[in-house]
Protein backbone atom coordinates (compact mmCIF):
# COMPACT_ATOMS: atom_id res chain seq x y z
CA UNK A 1 0.00 0.00 0.00
CA UNK A 2 1.38 3.04 -1.13
CA UNK A 3 1.55 6.27 1.54
CA UNK A 4 -0.21 9.23 0.28
CA UNK A 5 1.30 12.76 1.17
CA UNK A 6 0.17 16.09 0.89
CA UNK A 7 2.84 18.90 0.27
CA UNK A 8 2.46 22.75 0.51
CA UNK A 9 3.67 25.56 -0.09
CA UNK A 10 3.10 28.88 2.23
CA UNK A 11 4.90 32.22 0.97
CA UNK A 12 4.68 35.63 -0.59
CA UNK A 13 5.96 35.22 -4.20
CA UNK A 14 6.57 38.73 -4.41
CA UNK A 15 10.26 40.43 -5.07
CA UNK A 16 10.98 43.95 -5.04
CA UNK A 17 14.01 45.26 -7.42
CA UNK A 18 17.16 43.99 -5.98
CA UNK A 19 15.62 41.04 -3.98
CA UNK A 20 17.46 37.54 -4.36
CA UNK A 21 16.06 35.66 -1.45
CA UNK A 22 12.68 34.10 -1.20
CA UNK A 23 11.94 32.47 2.34
CA UNK A 24 9.48 29.45 2.55
CA UNK A 25 7.54 27.35 4.66
CA UNK A 26 6.47 23.88 3.89
CA UNK A 27 4.08 22.03 5.46
CA UNK A 28 4.15 17.95 5.24
CA UNK A 29 1.15 15.68 5.95
CA UNK A 30 0.95 12.05 5.95
CA UNK A 31 -2.61 11.15 5.00
CA UNK A 32 -3.78 8.18 6.48
CA UNK A 33 -5.57 6.45 3.52
CA UNK A 34 -5.90 3.25 5.46
CA UNK A 35 -1.89 3.30 7.51
CA UNK A 36 -3.45 3.04 10.78
CA UNK A 37 -4.91 -0.19 10.34
CA UNK A 38 -1.50 -1.68 8.63
CA UNK A 39 0.57 -0.32 11.23
CA UNK A 40 4.61 -1.49 10.36
CA UNK A 41 6.00 -3.33 13.12
CA UNK A 42 7.11 -1.75 15.81
CA UNK A 43 10.74 -1.88 17.83
CA UNK A 44 11.55 0.44 21.32
CA UNK A 45 14.85 0.80 23.04
CA UNK A 46 15.36 2.65 26.79
CA UNK A 47 19.03 3.93 26.90
CA UNK A 48 18.80 5.13 30.83
CA UNK A 49 21.63 6.71 32.67
CA UNK A 50 22.55 5.11 35.20
CA UNK A 51 26.06 7.03 36.33
CA UNK A 52 27.09 7.68 39.74
CA UNK A 53 25.43 11.66 39.36
CA UNK A 54 22.26 9.78 39.09
CA UNK A 55 22.28 8.62 42.74
CA UNK A 56 22.41 12.50 43.81
CA UNK A 57 19.73 13.02 44.50
CA UNK A 58 18.76 9.69 45.13
CA UNK A 59 15.03 10.63 43.78
CA UNK A 60 16.67 10.82 39.78
CA UNK A 61 17.49 7.12 39.75
CA UNK A 62 14.38 6.33 41.61
CA UNK A 63 12.65 8.39 38.81
CA UNK A 64 14.54 6.83 36.20
CA UNK A 65 13.43 3.38 37.55
CA UNK A 66 9.58 4.38 37.91
CA UNK A 67 9.89 5.81 34.12
CA UNK A 68 11.37 3.08 32.58
CA UNK A 69 8.99 0.44 34.18
CA UNK A 70 6.04 2.78 32.56
CA UNK A 71 7.07 2.61 29.30
CA UNK A 72 7.84 -1.26 29.34
CA UNK A 73 4.07 -1.55 31.04
CA UNK A 74 3.04 0.64 28.05
CA UNK A 75 4.55 -1.42 25.67
CA UNK A 76 1.69 -3.53 23.26
CA UNK A 77 2.01 -7.27 22.58
CA UNK A 78 4.21 -8.36 19.46
CA UNK A 79 6.58 -5.58 19.68
CA UNK A 80 10.51 -5.56 19.98
CA UNK A 81 12.07 -3.89 22.68
CA UNK A 82 15.48 -3.73 24.62
CA UNK A 83 16.25 -1.81 27.77
CA UNK A 84 19.87 -0.42 28.01
CA UNK A 85 21.30 0.31 31.04
CA UNK A 86 23.80 3.47 30.37
CA UNK A 87 26.99 4.61 32.05
CA UNK A 88 30.79 4.42 30.23
CA UNK A 89 29.77 1.67 28.38
CA UNK A 90 26.38 0.63 27.24
CA UNK A 91 25.21 -2.53 29.10
CA UNK A 92 21.92 -4.72 27.89
CA UNK A 93 19.95 -5.36 30.85
CA UNK A 94 17.27 -6.90 28.71
CA UNK A 95 17.32 -9.54 27.24
CA UNK A 96 19.89 -11.26 28.21
CA UNK A 97 21.48 -12.53 24.77
CA UNK A 98 21.60 -9.42 22.59
CA UNK A 99 19.12 -8.42 20.39
CA UNK A 100 15.54 -7.41 21.17
CA UNK A 101 12.92 -9.18 23.21
CA UNK A 102 9.05 -9.18 22.17
CA UNK A 103 7.38 -7.80 24.29
CA UNK A 104 4.28 -9.81 26.15
CA UNK A 105 3.13 -10.41 29.69
CA UNK A 106 6.47 -12.21 30.48
CA UNK A 107 8.93 -10.64 28.68
CA UNK A 108 7.49 -6.93 29.85
CA UNK A 109 7.77 -9.07 33.74
CA UNK A 110 11.42 -10.03 33.10
CA UNK A 111 12.76 -6.50 31.66
CA UNK A 112 10.90 -4.51 35.06
CA UNK A 113 12.54 -6.78 37.66
CA UNK A 114 15.66 -6.14 35.49
CA UNK A 115 15.11 -2.48 35.75
CA UNK A 116 14.51 -2.49 38.99
CA UNK A 117 18.00 -3.86 40.11
CA UNK A 118 20.01 -0.54 38.54
CA UNK A 119 22.19 0.98 40.14
CA UNK A 120 23.87 4.10 40.24
CA UNK A 121 27.52 4.24 39.27
CA UNK A 122 30.08 4.98 36.65
CA UNK A 123 30.67 7.65 33.65
CA UNK A 124 28.84 8.75 30.94
CA UNK A 125 29.31 7.88 27.09
CA UNK A 126 26.33 7.88 25.93
CA UNK A 127 27.76 7.47 22.11
CA UNK A 128 28.01 4.21 23.46
CA UNK A 129 24.32 4.02 24.24
CA UNK A 130 23.42 5.03 20.68
CA UNK A 131 25.76 2.52 19.04
CA UNK A 132 24.23 -0.20 21.43
CA UNK A 133 20.79 0.69 19.86
CA UNK A 134 21.64 0.98 16.45
CA UNK A 135 22.88 -2.83 16.25
CA UNK A 136 20.10 -3.86 17.84
CA UNK A 137 17.66 -1.95 15.59
CA UNK A 138 20.01 -3.45 12.60
CA UNK A 139 18.02 -6.53 13.08
CA UNK A 140 14.98 -5.11 12.45
CA UNK A 141 15.22 -2.47 9.21
CA UNK A 142 11.34 -2.43 8.45
CA UNK A 143 10.06 -1.89 11.53
CA UNK A 144 9.36 1.68 13.48
CA UNK A 145 12.48 2.20 15.30
CA UNK A 146 12.60 4.43 18.51
CA UNK A 147 14.43 5.14 21.00
CA UNK A 148 14.02 7.48 24.57
CA UNK A 149 17.41 8.43 26.18
CA UNK A 150 17.03 9.81 29.67
CA UNK A 151 20.26 11.63 31.13
CA UNK A 152 21.40 13.84 34.06
CA UNK A 153 24.74 14.75 32.73
CA UNK A 154 27.56 15.35 30.12
CA UNK A 155 29.08 13.09 28.19
CA UNK A 156 32.38 13.12 29.92
CA UNK A 157 33.27 9.90 29.11
CA UNK A 158 33.69 9.98 25.80
CA UNK A 159 35.08 12.66 23.23
CA UNK A 160 32.53 15.36 21.24
CA UNK A 161 34.30 13.60 17.91
CA UNK A 162 33.30 10.35 19.24
CA UNK A 163 29.62 11.32 19.76
CA UNK A 164 29.57 13.03 16.49
CA UNK A 165 30.51 10.34 14.53
CA UNK A 166 28.14 8.08 16.28
CA UNK A 167 25.37 10.22 15.47
CA UNK A 168 26.15 10.37 11.95
CA UNK A 169 25.94 6.22 12.25
CA UNK A 170 23.02 6.73 14.12
CA UNK A 171 21.00 9.22 11.26
CA UNK A 172 18.29 7.65 9.65
CA UNK A 173 18.24 4.15 11.38
CA UNK A 174 16.01 5.07 14.50
CA UNK A 175 14.64 8.58 15.64
CA UNK A 176 15.43 9.24 19.37
CA UNK A 177 13.38 11.47 21.76
CA UNK A 178 16.13 12.76 24.33
CA UNK A 179 15.32 13.37 28.16
CA UNK A 180 17.71 15.77 31.05
CA UNK A 181 16.92 15.44 34.63
CA UNK A 182 18.54 16.89 37.22
CA UNK A 183 20.45 20.25 36.49
CA UNK A 184 23.66 18.58 35.58
CA UNK A 185 22.83 18.14 31.96
CA UNK A 186 24.31 19.79 28.97
CA UNK A 187 21.58 21.58 26.34
CA UNK A 188 23.89 21.30 23.67
CA UNK A 189 24.53 17.75 23.51
CA UNK A 190 20.70 16.50 23.88
CA UNK A 191 19.27 19.29 21.40
CA UNK A 192 22.17 17.86 18.78
CA UNK A 193 20.44 13.82 19.59
CA UNK A 194 17.55 15.59 19.09
CA UNK A 195 18.55 17.45 15.68
CA UNK A 196 20.39 14.67 14.27
CA UNK A 197 18.04 11.34 15.03
CA UNK A 198 14.86 13.75 14.21
CA UNK A 199 13.81 13.49 18.00
CA UNK A 200 11.99 15.35 20.96
CA UNK A 201 14.41 17.39 23.40
CA UNK A 202 13.18 18.26 26.76
CA UNK A 203 13.56 17.66 30.48
CA UNK A 204 11.61 17.73 33.85
CA UNK A 205 11.81 20.08 36.97
CA UNK A 206 10.57 17.72 39.10
CA UNK A 207 11.52 13.94 38.96
CA UNK A 208 8.73 12.83 39.89
CA UNK A 209 7.65 14.35 36.03
CA UNK A 210 9.58 11.67 34.28
CA UNK A 211 6.98 8.53 34.73
CA UNK A 212 4.09 11.10 32.88
CA UNK A 213 6.72 11.99 30.26
CA UNK A 214 7.64 8.37 29.27
CA UNK A 215 4.25 7.63 28.89
CA UNK A 216 3.66 10.66 26.97
CA UNK A 217 6.68 9.52 25.17
CA UNK A 218 5.35 5.74 24.24
CA UNK A 219 1.90 6.61 23.65
CA UNK A 220 3.25 9.22 20.61
CA UNK A 221 5.85 6.22 18.90
CA UNK A 222 2.67 3.64 19.27
CA UNK A 223 1.01 5.88 16.81
CA UNK A 224 3.92 5.85 14.14
CA UNK A 225 3.22 3.43 11.09
CA UNK A 226 5.39 4.98 8.25
CA UNK A 227 9.08 3.56 9.17
CA UNK A 228 10.85 6.20 7.72
CA UNK A 229 10.54 9.27 4.98
CA UNK A 230 12.68 11.64 3.23
CA UNK A 231 12.25 15.55 1.69
CA UNK A 232 13.71 16.03 -1.49
CA UNK A 233 14.42 19.60 -2.01
CA UNK A 234 15.36 20.94 -6.29
CA UNK A 235 17.04 24.08 -6.95
CA UNK A 236 17.53 25.60 -10.60
CA UNK A 237 20.74 26.47 -12.34
CA UNK A 238 20.38 30.14 -10.97
CA UNK A 239 19.54 29.24 -7.88
CA UNK A 240 21.10 27.89 -4.45
CA UNK A 241 19.62 26.63 -1.15
CA UNK A 242 20.54 28.76 2.15
CA UNK A 243 18.91 26.65 4.92
CA UNK A 244 15.94 24.56 5.82
CA UNK A 245 15.15 23.85 9.28
CA UNK A 246 12.52 21.69 10.80
CA UNK A 247 10.38 24.27 12.35
CA UNK A 248 6.83 22.30 14.10
CA UNK A 249 7.03 20.65 15.92
CA UNK A 250 10.60 21.27 17.30
CA UNK A 251 13.17 24.26 16.12
CA UNK A 252 16.37 22.34 14.44
CA UNK A 253 18.46 23.61 11.56
CA UNK A 254 18.84 20.69 9.60
CA UNK A 255 20.99 22.44 6.89
CA UNK A 256 23.55 20.96 7.42
CA UNK A 257 21.72 16.92 7.89
CA UNK A 258 21.04 17.69 3.86
CA UNK A 259 22.57 14.98 1.44
CA UNK A 260 23.53 15.71 -1.88
CA UNK A 261 21.78 13.93 -4.83
CA UNK A 262 23.12 14.77 -8.11
CA UNK A 263 24.34 18.17 -8.82
CA UNK A 264 20.93 20.49 -7.77
CA UNK A 265 19.44 18.58 -5.07
CA UNK A 266 19.69 17.07 -1.74
CA UNK A 267 17.18 14.64 0.31
CA UNK A 268 16.57 14.46 3.96
CA UNK A 269 15.47 12.42 6.35
CA UNK A 270 12.15 12.92 8.64
CA UNK A 271 12.24 9.89 10.75
CA UNK A 272 9.19 8.05 11.38
CA UNK A 273 5.87 9.53 11.03
CA UNK A 274 2.11 8.76 12.34
CA UNK A 275 -0.93 8.62 10.18
CA UNK A 276 -2.78 12.57 9.37
CA UNK A 277 0.96 14.01 11.08
CA UNK A 278 2.27 17.38 10.28
CA UNK A 279 5.26 18.68 9.89
CA UNK A 280 6.54 22.00 8.68
CA UNK A 281 10.09 23.60 7.02
CA UNK A 282 11.25 26.78 6.55
CA UNK A 283 13.75 27.17 3.77
CA UNK A 284 15.34 29.81 1.95
CA UNK A 285 17.31 30.15 -1.50
CA UNK A 286 19.02 32.36 -3.00
CA UNK A 287 18.44 33.59 -6.54
CA UNK A 288 22.06 34.61 -8.70
CA UNK A 289 22.25 38.51 -8.35
CA UNK A 290 23.61 37.73 -11.95
CA UNK A 291 20.71 36.33 -13.35
CA UNK A 292 18.64 39.41 -15.17
CA UNK A 293 15.43 39.36 -13.73
CA UNK A 294 12.42 39.12 -15.72
CA UNK A 295 9.47 40.98 -14.22
CA UNK A 296 6.06 40.19 -14.62
CA UNK A 297 5.79 36.19 -14.58
CA UNK A 298 6.44 33.36 -11.77
CA UNK A 299 9.77 32.20 -11.83
CA UNK A 300 10.44 28.28 -10.15
CA UNK A 301 13.71 29.07 -7.58
CA UNK A 302 13.31 25.46 -6.41
CA UNK A 303 10.58 22.55 -5.80
CA UNK A 304 10.01 20.22 -2.79
CA UNK A 305 8.70 16.98 -2.44
CA UNK A 306 8.85 13.54 -0.62
CA UNK A 307 10.98 11.38 -1.99
CA UNK A 308 9.57 8.37 -3.99
CA UNK A 309 5.95 10.33 -4.31
CA UNK A 310 6.29 12.09 -7.04
CA UNK A 311 2.96 13.54 -6.81
CA UNK A 312 3.53 15.63 -4.05
CA UNK A 313 6.25 17.91 -5.91
CA UNK A 314 5.26 21.60 -5.03
CA UNK A 315 7.58 24.85 -6.74
CA UNK A 316 8.90 27.61 -4.78
CA UNK A 317 8.29 30.31 -6.45
CA UNK A 318 9.44 34.07 -7.08
CA UNK A 319 7.94 37.01 -8.72
CA UNK A 320 9.92 40.64 -9.13
CA UNK A 321 7.71 43.15 -9.19
CA UNK A 322 7.89 47.20 -9.22
CA UNK A 323 4.79 47.37 -7.19
CA UNK A 324 6.13 48.90 -4.07
CA UNK A 325 3.82 46.92 -1.32
CA UNK A 326 3.70 43.21 -2.94
CA UNK A 327 7.30 42.55 -1.64
CA UNK A 328 6.81 44.28 1.72
CA UNK A 329 3.80 41.76 2.85
CA UNK A 330 5.36 38.74 4.77
CA UNK A 331 3.98 35.22 4.77
CA UNK A 332 2.33 35.21 8.29
CA UNK A 333 3.88 31.52 8.73
CA UNK A 334 7.08 33.21 7.31
CA UNK A 335 7.01 35.52 10.10
CA UNK A 336 5.57 33.21 13.10
CA UNK A 337 8.71 31.13 12.61
CA UNK A 338 11.15 33.77 11.95
CA UNK A 339 9.82 35.69 15.47
CA UNK A 340 10.01 32.01 17.17
CA UNK A 341 13.75 31.83 16.46
CA UNK A 342 13.71 35.16 17.75
CA UNK A 343 12.51 33.94 20.94
CA UNK A 344 14.65 30.79 21.09
CA UNK A 345 18.00 33.30 20.70
CA UNK A 346 16.62 35.53 23.08
CA UNK A 347 16.01 32.41 25.62
CA UNK A 348 19.93 31.61 24.92
CA UNK A 349 20.85 34.97 25.81
CA UNK A 350 19.07 35.00 29.09
CA UNK A 351 20.74 32.25 30.07
CA UNK A 352 24.28 33.30 29.02
CA UNK A 353 23.70 36.52 30.81
CA UNK A 354 22.44 34.85 34.09
CA UNK A 355 25.45 32.55 34.04
CA UNK A 356 27.80 35.42 34.04
CA UNK A 357 26.05 36.91 36.77
CA UNK A 358 24.69 39.56 34.87
CA UNK A 359 21.00 39.15 36.44
CA UNK A 360 19.91 42.54 35.11
CA UNK A 361 20.63 42.06 31.47
CA UNK A 362 18.84 38.25 31.89
CA UNK A 363 15.77 39.67 32.33
CA UNK A 364 15.50 42.51 29.97
CA UNK A 365 16.17 39.15 27.26
CA UNK A 366 13.84 37.01 29.73
CA UNK A 367 11.33 40.55 29.07
CA UNK A 368 11.71 40.28 25.45
CA UNK A 369 10.93 36.45 25.03
CA UNK A 370 8.18 37.18 26.84
CA UNK A 371 6.42 39.66 24.91
CA UNK A 372 7.42 37.63 21.89
CA UNK A 373 6.03 34.38 23.44
CA UNK A 374 2.91 36.51 24.14
CA UNK A 375 2.36 37.80 20.47
CA UNK A 376 2.36 34.47 18.75
CA UNK A 377 0.56 33.01 21.31
CA UNK A 378 3.26 30.37 22.51
CA UNK A 379 1.65 28.96 25.91
CA UNK A 380 4.13 26.31 26.70
CA UNK A 381 7.07 28.65 26.86
CA UNK A 382 4.79 31.16 28.98
CA UNK A 383 4.36 28.75 31.22
CA UNK A 384 7.74 27.98 31.50
CA UNK A 385 8.69 31.45 31.90
CA UNK A 386 6.29 31.90 34.75
CA UNK A 387 8.71 29.66 36.69
CA UNK A 388 11.61 31.93 36.47
CA UNK A 389 10.20 35.22 35.64
CA UNK A 390 7.38 37.51 37.38
CA UNK A 391 5.60 39.60 34.72
CA UNK A 392 2.85 41.04 37.11
CA UNK A 393 4.57 44.54 37.15
CA UNK A 394 5.85 46.92 34.29
CA UNK A 395 9.34 45.05 34.29
CA UNK A 396 10.36 41.63 34.30
CA UNK A 397 11.89 40.44 37.82
CA UNK A 398 13.53 37.56 38.36
CA UNK A 399 11.61 35.14 41.03
CA UNK A 400 13.96 34.51 44.25
CA UNK A 401 15.48 31.09 44.21
CA UNK A 402 14.92 29.80 40.90
CA UNK A 403 16.62 26.52 39.69
CA UNK A 404 18.66 25.50 37.59
CA UNK A 405 16.51 22.72 36.37
CA UNK A 406 13.86 25.29 35.93
CA UNK A 407 16.58 27.17 33.84
CA UNK A 408 17.10 24.22 31.82
CA UNK A 409 13.86 23.66 31.47
CA UNK A 410 13.24 26.59 30.05
CA UNK A 411 16.26 26.84 27.94
CA UNK A 412 15.09 23.90 25.80
CA UNK A 413 12.05 24.89 25.44
CA UNK A 414 12.25 24.81 21.40
CA UNK A 415 8.94 23.31 20.75
CA UNK A 416 6.94 25.50 18.19
CA UNK A 417 3.79 25.56 20.24
CA UNK A 418 2.44 28.85 18.50
CA UNK A 419 -0.46 30.76 17.70
CA UNK A 420 -1.89 32.09 14.75
CA UNK A 421 -0.85 35.41 13.45
CA UNK A 422 -2.85 37.86 11.79
CA UNK A 423 -2.35 37.00 7.86
CA UNK A 424 -0.83 40.49 6.30
CA UNK A 425 0.55 38.14 2.79
CA UNK A 426 -1.48 38.69 -0.08
CA UNK A 427 -2.99 35.12 -0.72
CA UNK A 428 -2.01 33.58 -4.04
CA UNK A 429 -4.99 34.50 -7.19
CA UNK A 430 -7.27 31.68 -7.87
CA UNK A 431 -5.69 29.40 -11.29
CA UNK A 432 -8.48 30.94 -13.52
CA UNK A 433 -8.04 34.41 -12.78
CA UNK A 434 -7.20 36.89 -15.73
CA UNK A 435 -4.19 38.88 -16.04
CA UNK A 436 -4.68 42.96 -15.31
CA UNK A 437 -4.39 45.07 -18.04
CA UNK A 438 -3.19 49.08 -17.01
CA UNK A 439 -5.74 51.63 -18.39
CA UNK A 440 -2.48 53.41 -19.29
CA UNK A 441 0.42 51.62 -21.02
CA UNK A 442 -1.46 48.78 -21.90
CA UNK A 443 0.92 46.38 -19.62
CA UNK A 444 -0.79 43.11 -18.69
CA UNK A 445 -0.23 42.54 -15.25
CA UNK A 446 -0.79 39.58 -12.70
CA UNK A 447 -3.94 38.85 -11.48
CA UNK A 448 -3.80 40.43 -7.73
CA UNK A 449 -0.90 43.45 -8.71
CA UNK A 450 -1.64 46.30 -7.01
CA UNK A 451 0.73 48.77 -9.56
CA UNK A 452 1.46 48.03 -13.09
CA UNK A 453 4.54 46.32 -13.79
CA UNK A 454 5.34 48.39 -16.96
CA UNK A 455 4.75 52.16 -15.45
CA UNK A 456 4.13 52.05 -11.72
CA UNK A 457 0.33 53.40 -11.77
CA UNK A 458 -2.31 52.11 -9.65
CA UNK A 459 -4.04 49.57 -11.17
CA UNK A 460 -6.80 50.51 -8.80
CA UNK A 461 -7.12 54.03 -10.23
CA UNK A 462 -6.03 55.12 -6.91
CA UNK A 463 -2.32 57.75 -6.67
CA UNK A 464 1.05 56.20 -7.34
Not at 227 to 247: D, G, H, N, S, W
Request: charged share 25%; proline share 5%.
Amino acid sequence: MSTGWDVEVHQNRYLGEGDTEMQAVVTVSARDDGLAESRAPGAEVLLVDCSTSMRYPPTKIAAARRAAVAAIGALPDGVGFAVVRGTERADLAYPADFGLAIASDETRAAAVAAVERFVAVGGTAMGTWLECARHLFAAVPEAVRHAILLTDGNNQSQSAESLRRELDACEGQFVCDARGIGDGWERAELVEIGRVLRGSVDSVVRDEDLVEDFRTLMAATLTKVIPAARLRIAVTEQTTLRFVKQVWPNEYDLTSRCVPDGDRTVVLSLGSWSAGETREFQLAVQASADDPLAYGSDRMLAWVEIDGAADSAVPVLAHWTRDPVAPTLVDPKVRRYTMHAELSEALVRADEAYAAGDHARAAREWGQAVEIASRTGNKEVLRRLARVVDTDGDEVQLRPEVTRSELLNLLVSTVSNVGDEPRDARPAPPPDAKPVRCSGCEEPNPPDALFCEGCGKRLDGGAA
